[in-house]
């Protein structure tokens, strides 16, 4: 697993403190930033959100219904929106991550407790704090 997909993984199990993510985002390179979005959008993807968990993760973001990213969320097929947010840059481009993130981590909750409730050898479903 690469070093964004750890991080990312680790955020959205409640490992690491999310304002530890976010400063960790709002701190990286415009160039590391699309890397670490392009880490997001895969984890989302491969979670599977359902419509639900895309709008229980938009409240859960903390953002504002009228940011640009939640209405590219609430406005258009999720697949297109995820292709969206990850073009968006500056303020938006922090917000997109927050809104991914929160998303994710709804999604990959549900996995964990469904899918993979009586264990399993994803790499990324048995980590550590440390």
Known sequence: MKANELQINKLAQ???PIEVGLKW???STDAQKLEIMGS???CVSQSH???EEIIKGTGLS???PTYTPCVIVSSRPFREARSKLKQLRGIDQDRAFSLLLAIFSLADQRRR?????EGCVHE???????
């Open 113 to 117: 407790e469904s899918d993979c409730r």
């Open 62 to 64: 903390g953002l504002r």
């Open 49 to 51: 959100p359902t419509s």
């Open 124 to 130: 990324w479903h048995n980590l550590t704090s440390s």
């Open 14 to 16: 409640g490992l690491i």
């Open 25 to 27: 985002f709002a701190s």
């Open 40 to 42: 997001l959008d895969l």
